[in-house]
Structure formats: C-alpha cells, structure tokens
C-alpha cells in the first residue's frame, strides 16, 4: 500500500486533488489565477469545502476566465450572491473582480502571471523534507514577501497564510510528507 500524506486520505475529492494537483509545478495563468481565487474563498473554511464547490465556482467565475472577471458589473455580483453553489461572501466576491484587474496589470507588466509569480523561487519549486504534518507551517518568509507585493499591487484575500497555501497548490512549495509517493523525490525516482 502506498503511503500519503494524511490530510488527503479522508475524501475521494482531496484524495484526488493531493494525487494529481497539490505541490505539482503549474504555469498555466488561467489555473493560477484558478487556485489564487480558490484559496482566498477558503479563508475561515475548509479546503474539503471549496473542493465540492469547485464545479460550481468554475461555471459561475466563467471557469476563471479573468478577462471576463475583470468586467463584472454590481449586477453580476448580486447574481453570484444567489448562488447558493459557492461561498456567497460579498467582500470575497468583490475581491475576486479586483484580483482580476490586478492579475491583467501583472500579465502586462510581465507577459504572464506564472513568470511573475516563479520569479520569486527562480522557476524551481522549494522541496521540504517534512517529516509530519505538525512541521508545515501556516506561512514563510517568502509568502510574507509575496503577500505584500501582491497587496501594494492591490490584490485582496492574500495574506501570508493564504499565500503559502497557494505556494504549496502551484507547486512553488513541495510540502507532501517525506514519506508520501507525491514527494518530489518519490516522484522523480519513480
């Protein structure tokens, strides 16, 4: 029996998501914006939770299309305040309009969100070697530092915690267990 990490072994859905998407390096710009949203909607909840609702979150976001987003009106946020699908959180649903502008002002900028972003690591994901879940901390220097870039570019809903979880989901940060088979050293030897 292969052995993982723990936090994924309770639901099919996490189980998934740890196996095929968390601390696998990912530079599409639509998925990154797709994982910044999702983990600022986590704030205060679960990931388990967002993860039911992701289906959802992807048809009522225009599947994190951030062109789009970016042009919501005060109508479209009242809709999406209906849908009883995602989290329904005014502030949080404001937030993701502006992130979308933010994001096209980083895409400009750069030429793409995923060079800005791999910027801060040289394009090569930091490998822990965490022996339990209790050694992976809620936040780093470096999310420390991405948080406040992105917030003095006027991002919402990223604060060091959401960003190093965002970090560990982009594949940034590999903080599978040691012992786990997504282990970036399992996997490359595998």
């Known amino acids: 029996m292969r052995k993982t990490c723990e936090w994924a072994s309770f639901d099919p859905k996490m189980q998934a998501y740890h196996d095929n998407e968390w601390g696998v390096p990912e530079h599409d710009d639509q998925k990154l914006f797709e994982l ?3 983990e600022g909607m986590q704030a205060g909840l679960s990931w388990s939770t967002i993860l039911k609702k992701r289906e959802n979150f992807q048809k009522a976001f225009d599947y994190f299309d951030y062109h789009k987003i970016s042009n919501y009106s005060e109508k479209k946020v009242e809709i999406l305040l209906q849908n009883e699908g995602i989290i329904r959180n005014k502030l949080k649903i404001q937030a993701v309009i502006i992130n979308a ?8 900028e750069f030429g793409n969100f995923d060079k800005y972003i791999w910027s801060f690591v040289d394009n090569k994901p930091i490998i822990n070697q965490r022996k339990s879940l209790s050694d992976i901390p809620p936040n ?13 570019r006027g991002f919402k809903f990223v604060g060091s915690t959401i960003i190093y979880a965002f970090m560990q989901a982009i594949g940034m940060v590999d903080d599978h267990l040691v012992y786990c088979f997504c282990h970036s050293n399992k996997r490359n030897n595998d």
């Open 36 to 38: 910044l949203i999702l």
């Open 140 to 152: 780093t220097a470096l999310s420390d530092i991405i948080s406040s870039d992105l917030r003095k």
């Open 101 to 108: 502008k933010a994001f096209l002002k980083i895409v400009k």
